[in-house]
Protein backbone atom coordinates (compact mmCIF):
# COMPACT_ATOMS: atom_id res chain seq x y z
CA UNK A 1 0.00 0.00 0.00
CA UNK A 2 1.05 3.65 -1.03
CA UNK A 3 0.36 6.29 1.46
CA UNK A 4 0.85 10.29 0.50
CA UNK A 5 0.21 13.82 2.26
CA UNK A 6 -3.95 14.09 2.38
CA UNK A 7 -4.62 10.19 2.69
CA UNK A 8 -7.36 8.72 4.98
CA UNK A 9 -5.24 5.00 5.89
CA UNK A 10 -7.44 2.59 5.04
CA UNK A 11 -6.30 -0.25 6.93
CA UNK A 12 -3.72 -0.89 9.76
CA UNK A 13 -0.38 -0.66 8.03
CA UNK A 14 3.29 -1.73 9.10
CA UNK A 15 5.57 0.42 6.64
CA UNK A 16 8.41 -0.55 5.11
CA UNK A 17 9.77 2.54 3.33
CA UNK A 18 9.15 6.18 4.23
CA UNK A 19 9.78 9.74 3.22
CA UNK A 20 9.16 12.24 5.68
CA UNK A 21 5.77 10.97 6.69
CA UNK A 22 3.75 11.74 9.41
CA UNK A 23 0.71 11.39 10.48
CA UNK A 24 -2.51 12.78 12.49
CA UNK A 25 -3.34 10.12 14.91
CA UNK A 26 -5.71 12.18 17.20
CA UNK A 27 -8.45 10.36 16.48
CA UNK A 28 -7.27 7.06 18.06
CA UNK A 29 -4.96 8.29 21.14
CA UNK A 30 -5.76 11.76 21.14
CA UNK A 31 -2.38 13.22 20.64
CA UNK A 32 -2.49 16.82 19.05
CA UNK A 33 1.15 16.82 16.53
CA UNK A 34 1.43 15.04 13.86
CA UNK A 35 4.08 12.17 14.73
CA UNK A 36 6.80 11.01 12.51
CA UNK A 37 6.48 7.50 10.91
CA UNK A 38 9.42 5.68 9.98
CA UNK A 39 10.47 1.85 9.28
CA UNK A 40 12.28 0.95 12.84
CA UNK A 41 10.18 -0.54 15.98
CA UNK A 42 11.17 2.32 18.11
CA UNK A 43 8.35 0.76 21.15
CA UNK A 44 7.17 -2.96 22.27
CA UNK A 45 3.26 -0.81 22.62
CA UNK A 46 2.21 -0.98 19.03
CA UNK A 47 0.11 1.95 19.38
CA UNK A 48 3.48 3.71 20.34
CA UNK A 49 5.78 2.70 17.78
CA UNK A 50 6.73 4.50 14.51
CA UNK A 51 6.46 1.62 12.20
CA UNK A 52 2.87 1.44 12.34
CA UNK A 53 0.28 3.16 11.05
CA UNK A 54 -4.05 2.91 11.49
CA UNK A 55 -6.95 2.83 9.86
CA UNK A 56 -8.49 6.10 9.85
CA UNK A 57 -5.76 8.28 10.64
CA UNK A 58 -4.74 11.06 7.76
CA UNK A 59 -0.99 11.57 6.28
CA UNK A 60 -0.53 15.15 6.96
CA UNK A 61 3.07 14.80 5.40
CA UNK A 62 5.31 12.68 3.23
CA UNK A 63 4.77 9.37 1.47
CA UNK A 64 5.29 6.14 2.53
CA UNK A 65 4.74 2.54 1.31
CA UNK A 66 3.83 -0.40 3.67
CA UNK A 67 2.27 -4.22 4.11
CA UNK A 68 -1.70 -4.01 5.29
CA UNK A 69 -1.46 -5.89 8.17
CA UNK A 70 -5.13 -5.50 9.43
CA UNK A 71 -8.91 -4.50 7.71
CA UNK A 72 -11.52 -3.81 8.94
CA UNK A 73 -12.82 -5.54 12.49
CA UNK A 74 -9.58 -6.93 12.78
CA UNK A 75 -7.84 -3.39 12.91
CA UNK A 76 -7.35 -0.74 16.33
CA UNK A 77 -10.60 0.95 15.39
CA UNK A 78 -12.36 -2.07 14.55
CA UNK A 79 -11.78 -3.61 17.96
CA UNK A 80 -12.76 -0.12 19.78
CA UNK A 81 -16.32 -0.81 17.72
CA UNK A 82 -16.90 -4.08 18.58
CA UNK A 83 -16.04 -3.49 22.28
CA UNK A 84 -18.65 -0.74 22.34
CA UNK A 85 -21.34 -2.40 20.30
CA UNK A 86 -20.66 -6.15 21.94
CA UNK A 87 -23.21 -7.46 24.70
CA UNK A 88 -26.49 -9.15 24.93
CA UNK A 89 -29.40 -7.73 23.20
CA UNK A 90 -31.97 -7.72 26.29
CA UNK A 91 -29.47 -5.93 28.32
CA UNK A 92 -29.11 -2.52 25.51
CA UNK A 93 -33.18 -2.31 25.95
CA UNK A 94 -34.35 0.71 27.56
CA UNK A 95 -36.85 0.90 29.83
CA UNK A 96 -39.80 1.45 27.64
CA UNK A 97 -38.90 -1.31 25.69
CA UNK A 98 -38.92 -3.97 28.85
CA UNK A 99 -41.97 -2.32 30.57
CA UNK A 100 -43.95 -3.25 26.84
CA UNK A 101 -42.26 -6.65 26.25
CA UNK A 102 -43.62 -7.30 30.28
CA UNK A 103 -46.96 -6.41 29.05
CA UNK A 104 -47.30 -7.83 25.86
CA UNK A 105 -46.39 -10.84 27.04
CA UNK A 106 -48.78 -10.52 29.83
CA UNK A 107 -51.64 -9.44 27.16
CA UNK A 108 -51.01 -12.52 25.72
CA UNK A 109 -50.85 -14.63 28.21
CA UNK A 110 -54.43 -13.31 29.54
CA UNK A 111 -56.01 -13.43 26.26
CA UNK A 112 -55.20 -17.25 25.49
CA UNK A 113 -56.11 -18.04 28.55
CA UNK A 114 -59.49 -16.44 28.28
CA UNK A 115 -59.95 -17.77 24.73
CA UNK A 116 -59.26 -21.20 26.22
CA UNK A 117 -61.72 -21.21 28.82
CA UNK A 118 -64.37 -20.12 26.63
CA UNK A 119 -63.70 -22.73 24.09
CA UNK A 120 -63.22 -25.11 26.87
CA UNK A 121 -67.22 -23.71 27.97
CA UNK A 122 -68.55 -24.03 24.23
CA UNK A 123 -67.38 -27.92 24.23
CA UNK A 124 -69.14 -28.31 27.67
CA UNK A 125 -72.37 -27.04 26.31
CA UNK A 126 -72.37 -28.70 22.98
CA UNK A 127 -71.52 -25.61 20.76
CA UNK A 128 -70.63 -26.55 17.20
CA UNK A 129 -66.94 -26.38 16.94
CA UNK A 130 -66.36 -24.37 13.60
CA UNK A 131 -68.68 -21.64 15.67
CA UNK A 132 -66.92 -22.61 19.12
CA UNK A 133 -63.55 -21.75 17.24
CA UNK A 134 -64.81 -18.49 15.75
CA UNK A 135 -65.75 -17.53 19.13
CA UNK A 136 -62.51 -18.28 20.76
CA UNK A 137 -60.34 -16.71 18.52
CA UNK A 138 -62.64 -13.52 18.18
CA UNK A 139 -62.12 -13.19 22.16
CA UNK A 140 -58.16 -13.79 21.43
CA UNK A 141 -58.40 -10.94 18.85
CA UNK A 142 -60.05 -8.42 20.28
CA UNK A 143 -57.66 -8.40 23.86
CA UNK A 144 -54.51 -7.62 21.44
CA UNK A 145 -54.03 -3.50 21.67
CA UNK A 146 -53.43 -2.60 18.47
CA UNK A 147 -53.32 0.87 18.97
CA UNK A 148 -50.53 0.40 21.08
CA UNK A 149 -47.44 0.90 18.98
CA UNK A 150 -49.03 3.87 17.16
CA UNK A 151 -50.11 5.52 20.73
CA UNK A 152 -46.52 4.95 22.08
CA UNK A 153 -45.21 6.90 18.94
CA UNK A 154 -47.39 9.70 18.77
CA UNK A 155 -46.62 10.53 22.43
CA UNK A 156 -42.53 9.94 21.99
CA UNK A 157 -42.87 12.27 18.98
CA UNK A 158 -45.09 14.97 21.01
CA UNK A 159 -41.98 14.97 23.90
CA UNK A 160 -39.16 14.96 21.06
CA UNK A 161 -41.28 18.23 18.72
CA UNK A 162 -41.38 20.30 22.39
CA UNK A 163 -37.47 19.23 23.28
CA UNK A 164 -36.72 20.93 19.97
CA UNK A 165 -38.85 23.79 20.57
CA UNK A 166 -35.91 24.06 23.37
CA UNK A 167 -32.82 23.68 20.93
CA UNK A 168 -32.43 19.74 22.05
CA UNK A 169 -31.71 17.22 19.01
CA UNK A 170 -33.19 14.36 19.55
CA UNK A 171 -31.33 11.55 17.46
CA UNK A 172 -33.39 8.40 18.62
CA UNK A 173 -37.13 8.59 20.06
CA UNK A 174 -36.22 5.02 22.78
CA UNK A 175 -33.96 8.15 24.56
CA UNK A 176 -36.61 10.53 25.41
CA UNK A 177 -38.10 7.72 28.21
CA UNK A 178 -34.85 7.20 29.21
CA UNK A 179 -34.59 10.99 30.17
CA UNK A 180 -37.23 10.58 32.68
CA UNK A 181 -36.13 7.91 34.40
CA UNK A 182 -31.92 8.61 34.41
CA UNK A 183 -30.10 7.45 37.66
CA UNK A 184 -26.74 9.29 35.76
CA UNK A 185 -26.43 12.25 33.35
CA UNK A 186 -22.75 12.90 31.68
CA UNK A 187 -22.23 16.27 30.26
CA UNK A 188 -18.93 16.88 28.48
CA UNK A 189 -16.86 18.90 30.26
CA UNK A 190 -14.15 20.78 27.77
CA UNK A 191 -16.17 23.61 26.00
CA UNK A 192 -18.88 22.86 27.50
CA UNK A 193 -19.25 23.14 31.16
CA UNK A 194 -15.87 24.71 30.84
CA UNK A 195 -14.15 27.41 28.22
CA UNK A 196 -11.42 24.71 27.29
CA UNK A 197 -8.77 28.06 28.78
CA UNK A 198 -6.72 27.11 31.56
CA UNK A 199 -4.82 29.22 33.86
CA UNK A 200 -2.06 28.78 36.91
CA UNK A 201 -3.96 28.93 39.98
CA UNK A 202 -1.43 27.32 42.38
CA UNK A 203 2.75 26.72 42.17
CA UNK A 204 4.90 24.28 44.55
CA UNK A 205 8.44 25.43 45.24
CA UNK A 206 11.08 25.49 48.05
CA UNK A 207 8.70 23.63 49.78
CA UNK A 208 6.17 26.19 49.72
CA UNK A 209 2.72 26.39 48.20
CA UNK A 210 1.49 29.55 46.66
CA UNK A 211 -2.05 30.36 45.01
CA UNK A 212 -1.95 32.83 42.22
CA UNK A 213 -4.11 35.18 42.24
CA UNK A 214 -4.16 39.20 41.15
CA UNK A 215 -2.25 40.18 44.52
CA UNK A 216 0.39 37.15 44.19
CA UNK A 217 4.32 38.77 43.25
CA UNK A 218 6.98 36.52 42.39
CA UNK A 219 9.98 36.31 44.86
CA UNK A 220 12.31 39.39 45.02
CA UNK A 221 15.85 39.77 44.72
CA UNK A 222 16.43 40.50 48.58
CA UNK A 223 19.28 38.99 51.03
CA UNK A 224 18.56 37.04 53.86
CA UNK A 225 18.89 33.70 55.20
CA UNK A 226 17.03 31.01 52.69
CA UNK A 227 15.68 34.36 50.45
CA UNK A 228 18.05 34.21 47.64
CA UNK A 229 17.47 29.95 47.71
CA UNK A 230 13.86 30.52 47.28
CA UNK A 231 14.47 33.02 44.14
CA UNK A 232 17.05 29.79 42.66
CA UNK A 233 13.67 27.69 43.12
CA UNK A 234 11.28 30.10 41.81
CA UNK A 235 13.86 30.97 38.71
CA UNK A 236 14.44 27.00 37.76
CA UNK A 237 10.75 26.60 37.79
CA UNK A 238 10.49 29.19 35.61
CA UNK A 239 13.22 28.27 33.45
CA UNK A 240 11.30 24.69 32.93
CA UNK A 241 7.96 26.50 32.41
CA UNK A 242 9.13 28.62 29.75
CA UNK A 243 11.44 26.26 28.11
CA UNK A 244 10.19 22.79 28.29
CA UNK A 245 6.49 23.73 26.12
CA UNK A 246 5.83 23.49 22.67
CA UNK A 247 3.38 26.77 22.90
CA UNK A 248 4.05 29.79 21.29
CA UNK A 249 2.34 33.31 20.74
CA UNK A 250 0.95 33.41 17.55
CA UNK A 251 2.51 35.95 15.23
CA UNK A 252 -0.18 36.67 13.05
CA UNK A 253 -2.40 37.78 16.11
CA UNK A 254 1.36 39.82 17.59
CA UNK A 255 1.86 41.58 14.58
CA UNK A 256 -1.88 43.03 14.10
CA UNK A 257 -2.58 43.20 17.88
CA UNK A 258 0.95 44.12 19.63
CA UNK A 259 -0.96 45.92 22.96
CA UNK A 260 -3.44 43.36 23.38
CA UNK A 261 -3.12 41.53 26.99
CA UNK A 262 -1.33 38.67 27.91
CA UNK A 263 -4.55 36.75 28.95
CA UNK A 264 -5.99 37.74 25.84
CA UNK A 265 -3.42 36.68 23.08
CA UNK A 266 -3.63 34.04 20.28
CA UNK A 267 -1.85 30.64 21.87
CA UNK A 268 -0.78 28.05 19.11
CA UNK A 269 -0.85 25.00 21.35
CA UNK A 270 -2.75 22.87 23.85
CA UNK A 271 -4.41 24.57 26.69
CA UNK A 272 -2.43 23.41 29.61
CA UNK A 273 1.02 24.80 27.97
CA UNK A 274 -1.08 27.72 26.44
CA UNK A 275 -2.00 28.74 30.48
CA UNK A 276 1.76 28.29 31.64
CA UNK A 277 2.94 30.48 28.62
CA UNK A 278 0.60 33.16 29.24
CA UNK A 279 2.00 32.99 33.09
CA UNK A 280 5.54 32.69 32.25
CA UNK A 281 5.28 35.38 29.80
CA UNK A 282 4.03 37.47 32.75
CA UNK A 283 6.53 37.01 34.56
CA UNK A 284 9.83 37.48 31.58
CA UNK A 285 9.67 37.42 27.80
CA UNK A 286 9.94 33.82 27.46
CA UNK A 287 10.98 34.60 23.69
CA UNK A 288 14.14 35.92 24.97
CA UNK A 289 14.45 32.93 27.30
CA UNK A 290 14.08 30.67 25.11
CA UNK A 291 16.55 32.41 22.47
CA UNK A 292 19.40 32.74 25.66
CA UNK A 293 18.81 28.97 26.04
CA UNK A 294 18.85 27.56 22.43
CA UNK A 295 16.96 24.21 22.45
CA UNK A 296 19.08 21.35 21.52
CA UNK A 297 17.03 17.84 21.74
CA UNK A 298 13.63 17.21 22.75
CA UNK A 299 11.55 14.00 24.04
CA UNK A 300 8.23 15.00 22.42
CA UNK A 301 4.67 14.33 24.92
CA UNK A 302 3.18 10.95 24.55
CA UNK A 303 0.52 8.94 26.49
CA UNK A 304 2.87 6.33 27.55
CA UNK A 305 5.43 8.34 29.17
CA UNK A 306 3.14 11.09 30.19
CA UNK A 307 6.20 13.28 30.10
CA UNK A 308 8.03 16.02 27.93
CA UNK A 309 11.90 16.68 27.96
CA UNK A 310 14.29 19.19 26.45
CA UNK A 311 17.80 19.89 26.16
CA UNK A 312 18.67 23.38 26.97
CA UNK A 313 21.77 25.39 27.20
CA UNK A 314 22.00 27.66 30.23
CA UNK A 315 22.68 30.94 30.38
CA UNK A 316 24.59 31.83 27.14
CA UNK A 317 28.04 32.91 29.33
CA UNK A 318 27.39 30.10 31.60
CA UNK A 319 27.56 27.35 28.45
CA UNK A 320 26.49 24.21 30.31
CA UNK A 321 23.39 22.17 29.35
CA UNK A 322 20.34 21.20 30.82
CA UNK A 323 17.76 18.87 30.38
CA UNK A 324 14.20 20.12 32.00
CA UNK A 325 11.15 16.87 32.44
CA UNK A 326 7.51 17.81 32.40
CA UNK A 327 4.48 15.86 32.73
CA UNK A 328 2.67 14.13 35.22
CA UNK A 329 3.81 14.39 38.59
CA UNK A 330 4.07 10.83 39.33
CA UNK A 331 5.84 9.88 36.57
CA UNK A 332 8.48 13.14 37.53
CA UNK A 333 8.66 12.22 40.99
CA UNK A 334 9.81 8.27 39.77
CA UNK A 335 12.53 9.98 37.93
CA UNK A 336 14.00 11.93 40.69
CA UNK A 337 16.86 11.14 43.73
CA UNK A 338 16.84 14.97 44.65
CA UNK A 339 15.12 17.70 44.96
CA UNK A 340 15.96 21.87 45.18
CA UNK A 341 15.03 23.65 48.04
CA UNK A 342 16.10 27.23 49.61
CA UNK A 343 19.28 25.71 51.00
CA UNK A 344 19.93 23.38 47.63
CA UNK A 345 20.03 20.52 46.38
CA UNK A 346 19.59 17.18 48.82
CA UNK A 347 18.36 14.01 48.55
CA UNK A 348 15.09 13.16 47.86
CA UNK A 349 13.57 12.17 51.44
CA UNK A 350 10.47 10.08 52.18
CA UNK A 351 8.93 12.94 54.09
CA UNK A 352 9.20 15.09 51.37
CA UNK A 353 8.33 12.92 48.99
CA UNK A 354 4.86 12.32 50.77
CA UNK A 355 4.75 16.26 51.33
CA UNK A 356 4.91 16.61 47.67
CA UNK A 357 2.40 13.62 46.96
CA UNK A 358 -0.08 15.34 49.41
CA UNK A 359 -0.07 18.34 47.93
CA UNK A 360 -0.38 17.12 44.91
CA UNK A 361 -3.71 15.13 46.59
CA UNK A 362 -4.75 18.41 47.07
CA UNK A 363 -4.66 20.41 44.80
CA UNK A 364 -6.24 17.39 42.68
CA UNK A 365 -9.05 17.17 44.74
CA UNK A 366 -9.85 20.88 44.25
CA UNK A 367 -10.35 20.08 40.20
CA UNK A 368 -7.06 20.82 39.36
CA UNK A 369 -4.45 19.82 36.11
CA UNK A 370 -1.26 19.15 38.14
CA UNK A 371 1.99 19.12 36.27
CA UNK A 372 5.46 18.50 37.72
CA UNK A 373 8.85 19.58 36.86
CA UNK A 374 12.42 18.33 37.07
CA UNK A 375 15.60 19.60 35.64
CA UNK A 376 19.22 17.75 35.75
CA UNK A 377 22.43 20.34 35.62
CA UNK A 378 25.33 19.46 33.75
CA UNK A 379 28.67 20.57 34.80
CA UNK A 380 31.09 21.81 32.31
CA UNK A 381 32.78 18.93 31.73
CA UNK A 382 29.78 16.90 31.63
CA UNK A 383 28.37 19.20 29.02
CA UNK A 384 31.45 19.16 27.20
CA UNK A 385 32.09 15.08 27.13
CA UNK A 386 28.18 14.59 25.76
CA UNK A 387 28.24 17.68 23.07
CA UNK A 388 31.51 15.64 22.22
CA UNK A 389 30.13 12.19 22.32
CA UNK A 390 26.69 13.29 20.27
CA UNK A 391 28.01 16.11 17.73
CA UNK A 392 26.00 15.27 14.78
CA UNK A 393 22.92 14.50 16.62
CA UNK A 394 21.10 13.96 19.88
CA UNK A 395 19.56 11.02 19.78
CA UNK A 396 16.32 10.76 22.01
CA UNK A 397 17.74 7.57 23.83
CA UNK A 398 20.34 10.02 25.21
CA UNK A 399 18.49 12.43 26.47
CA UNK A 400 18.66 12.17 30.32
CA UNK A 401 15.00 11.01 31.56
CA UNK A 402 16.69 9.64 35.36
CA UNK A 403 18.53 10.72 38.49
CA UNK A 404 16.97 14.61 38.30
CA UNK A 405 16.32 16.87 40.61
CA UNK A 406 12.72 17.69 41.36
CA UNK A 407 12.23 21.73 40.78
CA UNK A 408 8.01 21.45 41.72
CA UNK A 409 4.64 21.84 40.52
CA UNK A 410 2.44 23.87 38.67
CA UNK A 411 -1.59 23.53 38.98
CA UNK A 412 -4.04 24.84 36.05
CA UNK A 413 -7.57 25.99 36.56
CA UNK A 414 -10.08 26.19 33.83
CA UNK A 415 -12.98 28.91 33.98
CA UNK A 416 -16.15 27.90 33.61
CA UNK A 417 -18.40 28.78 31.49
CA UNK A 418 -21.60 31.56 31.87
CA UNK A 419 -25.09 29.70 32.40
CA UNK A 420 -23.50 27.00 34.48
CA UNK A 421 -25.52 28.14 37.76
CA UNK A 422 -28.57 28.63 36.34
CA UNK A 423 -28.05 24.80 34.62
CA UNK A 424 -27.39 23.76 38.52
CA UNK A 425 -30.37 25.88 39.45
CA UNK A 426 -33.05 24.44 37.13
CA UNK A 427 -31.76 20.96 38.09
CA UNK A 428 -32.35 21.40 41.66
CA UNK A 429 -35.74 23.26 41.06
CA UNK A 430 -37.00 20.27 38.56
CA UNK A 431 -36.14 17.82 42.01
CA UNK A 432 -33.02 15.87 40.66
CA UNK A 433 -30.96 17.47 42.64
CA UNK A 434 -30.37 16.83 47.25
CA UNK A 435 -28.26 17.36 49.62
CA UNK A 436 -26.24 14.43 49.52
CA UNK A 437 -22.69 14.96 48.04
CA UNK A 438 -20.64 11.96 46.35
CA UNK A 439 -16.97 12.72 45.91
CA UNK A 440 -15.39 10.99 43.18
CA UNK A 441 -11.93 9.04 42.97
CA UNK A 442 -9.18 10.69 43.54
CA UNK A 443 -8.06 13.37 41.14
CA UNK A 444 -11.71 14.40 39.76
CA UNK A 445 -13.54 14.74 43.44
CA UNK A 446 -13.74 18.24 42.13
CA UNK A 447 -16.56 16.43 40.62
CA UNK A 448 -20.13 16.15 42.73
CA UNK A 449 -22.79 14.24 42.15
CA UNK A 450 -25.72 14.84 43.90
CA UNK A 451 -28.66 12.29 45.31
CA UNK A 452 -31.99 12.51 44.92
CA UNK A 453 -34.53 9.78 46.44
CA UNK A 454 -33.16 6.53 45.14
CA UNK A 455 -30.71 8.23 42.11
CA UNK A 456 -27.74 9.29 42.42
CA UNK A 457 -26.91 11.80 40.04
CA UNK A 458 -28.32 15.19 38.60
CA UNK A 459 -25.78 17.15 37.67
CA UNK A 460 -22.13 17.53 38.13
CA UNK A 461 -20.26 20.52 39.60
CA UNK A 462 -16.72 21.60 38.79
CA UNK A 463 -15.04 23.72 41.22
Given at each position: ??????????????????????????????????????????????????????????????????????????????????????????ENKTTLQMDMHHFVVNTAVFSFGVGLIFFIAGLLNRTKLLHNLVYSIGIIVSNVPEGLIATVTVALTASAHRMANRNVLVKKLDAIESLGSSTVICSDKTGTLTRNRMHVSHIYYADRSERVDIDWMPPQNLDGPGVSGVKDCFDALLFGAANCSTAVFDDMDRRENPDKPVEDRVVCGDASEAGILRFAEKLENVEAMRQRSKLLATIPFNSTNKYMVTMNFNEPEDNTLRAVMKGAPERVLDNCTAILTDTGRHPFSEERRIAIENEIERLANAGERVLGLAELDMSPQETTRFLYENKDEIPREKIPVEGLTFVGLISLKTRLVQGRSRCKKKMQISGVASDHDYRGPPGNSAVYCKASGNHHVAYCEFS
Open positions: MRIKLGDKIPADVRLVRTSQLRVDNSSLTGESDPLTRSVHMTSDDPLETANLSFFGCLAVDGTAEGIVIATGSDTVFGRIVLLTTEGDAD
